[in-house]
C-alpha cells in the first residue's frame, strides 16, 4: 500500500488544491479515471464555448445585411471545427498529464478511485487498478456526469449527451433536445447556427427555468422564433426506427403536486437525440459508505460550511457537493479548502454573488437573487429595466436586450439579470459591486463609465426610476 500526506479524486478544480499542499512539501497522489483536466476541460465548459464562438461568428456574417453589408458564407468546414477544438483539448489534457507524471511531489494513478475505508483509496480499475492509497487528507471532487431520465423506451435508442454532442462531426438534419437548462439552450444554439433544425422539449414553463422569471420568458420567446419549443411537456416515450428518432412528450404540471398529464402529447421526429436533462453525481461509483461518507437526497457529498464531509479528514468541492455547478464555483472552493487546510483558521466558503451565464444567443447572465423569489418570500424590494438599444453602443449594435437591476429599498443590490449581448461581460461589474464593494448602487452610479460603451447599460440601469416589487410604488 501506498501512503502520501493528500490525496484528491478527480483532476479538475481539485488540483488547485494538490498543488497546494506539494507547494507546502506534502506528497501528493492524484486519482483520475478519465482524460487529466475533469469535466470542464475535456467536456464541458471549454470545447462547448469554443465551438459556441464558431457559432457567434457565423451568426456575426449572417446578421451582415442589417447594417447594409452584403455578405456570403461561401463554406463551413464543420468537421474541422470540432476536430480542431478536440485537439486543442485533447493537447492541454496530455500537458497536464505529462506534467503530473514528471512531477517529483505528484503520483498520478490513472483509474477509477473506491473507497476502502475512511483513509484508503483502492484503484478498481484502469492502468493502475488495484493500487491502493492511503493518505492522511482526502478531496473528492470527482464531478457529475449528465442525467439521463427515466423515458420509456431509452435504454434501445442511441442518444446523445453533451459528452458526444460536442464531438459530433456532422450537424444532424433535425436535432431533438429533451432538457430546457443551459446545456439545451448552448447546445441548440450551436446546431441550430450551423444548420440543424432543432426541437427542444423541456419540463417546466420557460426555458433556464434557474435564471429570472422576466429573463427566462423573454428568452423562450426568442428561442421559439428560432426553433420548434414545447415548454411545459416532459418526454415520456421514446424509440427509433431506421435511424429516425421518435419522442412522445405530453404535458407537464411542475410543483410538488405536478406531474405528468394525460393531456393530448405531442410527437417529435429527428435524426438525432440530444439528452440534456442536468447532471447526476459520481458519488455512486466511490463506495463513500466505507468511509462514512454521508449523501443528500440527490447523491450529492454532504459537506459542512467548510466543505469538510462527514468523514475525519476527508474534504469536497466541485460538481460533487451540489452547490453550484459551475467551473468559477468549484475554482472558489478550492481555494476556501486550501485556506482551511493550510491556513491559521477555518473559514466558511462563501457564496456571496455567485454569477452565472449562459453562452447562447441571445446570451444569459445573472447575479443574487431573482425577483420571484423575493416576491415568494414577502420581501420588500424595487425592480428597474433597462434595454440595451437605449444606450449608443447597443442602438449602433441593433441589440435587442435588457439588463434587470433589484434593490432593496435602501439601495443595497440584491440581484442584477441580463439578456443580450456580452451578458456574461456585464454582468461582472455587479457582481464586484456585491463582492468586493459597497454593494449598492451607489458603487455603479457614481463610477465613471466609457462613453459609448456598453457597460452604460449597467451604469443606467442602476440609474433613474425603480419601482417598488407589488406595490408598483416608485423608488
Not at 449527451?161 to 459530433?168: G, K, N, P, V
Not at 419522442?247 to 402529447?265: F, K, L, M, Q, T
Not at 461518507?293 to 459542512?304: A, K, L, N, Q, W
Not at 456598453?454 to 440609474?463: A, I, K, M, N, P
Amino acid at each position: 500500500m501506498d501512503e502520501v500526506d493528500f490525496l484528491v479524486i478527480g483532476s479538475g478544480s481539485g488540483l488547485d488544491v494538490a498543488n497546494a499542499a506539494a507547494n507546502r512539501g506534502q506528497s501528493v497522489a492524484v486519482v483520475e479515471k478519465g482524460p487529466l483536466g475533469g469535466t470542464c476541460l475535456n467536456r464541458g465548459c471549454i470545447p462547448s464555448k469554443m465551438l459556441l464562438y464558431h457559432a457567434d461568428v457565423l451568426e456575426t456574417i449572417e446578421r451582415a445585411d442589417e447594417f447594409h453589408i452584403e455578405a456570403d458564407v461561401a463554406d463551413v468546414e464543420f468537421s474541422e471545427i470540432v476536430r480542431e477544438v478536440n485537439e486543442e483539448v485533447h493537447t492541454d489534457s496530455e500537458s497536464i498529464r505529462d506534467g503530473l507524471r514528471s512531477s517529483n511531489a505528484h503520483d498520478l494513478y490513472e483509474g477509477e478511485g473506491r473507497f476502502v475505508d475512511e483513509r484508503t483509496v483502492e484503484i478498481a480499475s484502469g492502468a493502475d487498478e488495484g493500487a491502493q492509497i492511503r493518505a492522511e487528507t482526502i478531496l473528492i471532487a470527482a464531478g457529475t456526469r449528465p442525467a439521463v431520465p427515466d423515458i420509456g423506451g431509452i435504454e434501445a435508442v442511441e442518444y446523445l449527451t453533451s459528452t458526444e454532442a460536442l464531438q459530433l462531426e456532422t450537424p444532424p438534419d433535425h436535432l431533438v433536445i429533451v432538457g430546457g437548462g443551459y446545456i439545451a439552450a448552448e447546445l441548440g444554439h450551436f446546431f441550430g447556427t450551423f444548420g440543424s433544425d432543432v426541437t427542444i422539449i423541456g419540463r417546466r414553463p420557460n426555458l433556464l427555468p434557474e435564471a429570472d422569471e422576466e429573463i427566462a420568458e423573454a428568452f423562450t420567446e426568442r428561442y421559439a422564433e428560432r426553433f420548434t419549443v414545447h415548454t411545459g411537456h416532459a418526454a415520456t416515450a421514446v424509440s427509433e426506427d431506421n435511424g429516425t428518432v421518435t419522442v412522445e412528450a405530453h404535458p407537464y404540471e411542475y410543483g410538488p403536486d405536478g406531474g405528468v398529464s394525460d393531456e393530448a402529447s405531442v410527437t417529435v421526429t429527428g435524426d438525432e437525440l440530444l439528452v440534456a436533462a442536468g447532471r447526476t453525481p459520481n458519488t455512486d461509483r466511490l463506495n463513500l459508505d466505507a468511509a462514512g461518507i454521508e449523501t443528500d437526497d440527490r447523491g450529492f457529498v454532504e459537506t459542512d460550511e467548510h466543505l469538510r464531509t462527514t468523514a475525519d479528514g476527508v474534504w469536497a468541492l466541485g460538481d460533487v457537493v451540489g452547490e453550484y455547478l459551475l467551473k468559477h464555483s468549484a475554482n472558489h472552493e478550492a481555494q476556501a479548502v486550501a485556506r482551511n487546510l493550510f491556513g491559521d483558521e477555518l473559514e466558511a466558503v462563501d457564496y456571496t454573488a455567485m454569477p452565472f451565464a449562459v453562452f447562447s444567443s441571445p446570451e444569459v447572465a445573472g447575479v443574487g437573487a431573482r425577483e420571484e423569489e423575493l416576491r415568494d418570500a414577502g420581501r420588500e424590494y424595487a425592480t428597474r429595466t433597462y434595454r440595451y438599444d437605449q444606450t449608443a453602443r447597443g442602438s449602433a449594435m441593433k441589440a435587442d436586450g435588457f439588463l434587470k437591476a433589484i434593490i432593496d429599498l435602501d439601495g443595497r443590490i440584491l440581484g442584477c439579470h441580463v439578456i443580450g449581448p456580452e451578458a456574461s461581460d456585464l454582468i461582472q461589474e455587479v457582481v464586484v459591486v456585491m463582492k468586493a464593494g459597497s454593494g449598492t448602487v451607489r458603487d455603479i452610479r457614481e463610477s465613471v463609465h466609457i462613453h459609448p460603451a456598453l457597460s452604460e447599460v449597467v451604469q443606467r440601469g442602476f440609474s433613474g426610476q425603480f419601482h417598488r416589487g407589488n406595490s408598483g410604488h416608485s423608488h
